[in-house]
Structures are given as structure tokens and as C-alpha cells.
């Protein structure tokens, strides 16, 4: 059965920086493209920004500037950068594998 497992989260000041990680557990990674989604209180869940295999990455344009994707094959792991946080970056971050496998999501704050 495949897990991911998220870690990295918590409570940061407005203009603060997390590193979100997902680990794997699945035999084959680098054939996945991974995505980070998020859900903010009472919103719909939104698309942060995805990785293919090979490196490829792409971010909406609210954290383009600001929150880089990058993955490790070896360790089978994706991370998630955040810098420059904003209260609104508030909500639970989840990780996905291809496109039905969820992570149970973590939890990120920003204070203002």
C-alpha cells in the first residue's frame, strides 16, 4: 500500500520560511509526477505547484515568487520551500502521488 507522510509544518511569522517534506512509500518514485495542494480554513483545495520525474516544475502564480518544488528520487521524497509567508498561505498542505494517492496533510500557520 502506498503512504505519504508529510512533515515540516507548523506555526511561523508573516514573512517566515517553512520546508515542507513528503516521503514515499512505494517502490518505484521517479516515474510520478508529485504535487503539493493546500486547503485553507472554509476554501476549497487549491493547487500549489507540481514536479514531474525528471525535475520539471510548475507553481501557481501566487507563489511563484515565492515557494519552490524540488524532489529527491534517491530518498523518495518532494519538498515544498516557502519563503516570504503570508497569513493567507494559512491552511493544511497536502502531498500527492500521480493523481489518487493523498497524503494526510499538515498543518501551516501564518501569523500576522
Known amino acids: 500500500q502506498v503512504q505519504l507522510v508529510e512533515s515540516g509544518g507548523g506555526s511561523v511569522q508573516a514573512g517566515g520560511s517553512l520546508r515542507l517534506s513528503c516521503a514515499a512509500s512505494?517502490?518505484?518514485?521517479?516515474?510520478?509526477?508529485m504535487a503539493w495542494y493546500r486547503q485553507a480554513p472554509g476554501k476549497e483545495r487549491e493547487m500549489v505547484g507540481s514536479i514531474t520525474g525528471d525535475g520539471t516544475t510548475k507553481l501557481a502564480d501566487y507563489v511563484k515568487s515565492r515557494f519552490t518544488i524540488s524532489r529527491d528520487n534517491d530518498h523518495k521524497e518532494i519538498y515544498l520551500q516557502m519563503n516570504s509567508l503570508k497569513h493567507k498561505d494559512t491552511g493544511v498542505y497536502f502531498c500527492?502521488?500521480?493523481?489518487?494517492?493523498w497524503g494526510q496533510g499538515i498543518q501551516v500557520t501564518v501569523s500576522s
Open positions: 512505494v517502490k518505484v518514485f521517479d516515474i510520478y509526477i
Open positions: 500527492i502521488l500521480g493523481t489518487i494517492t
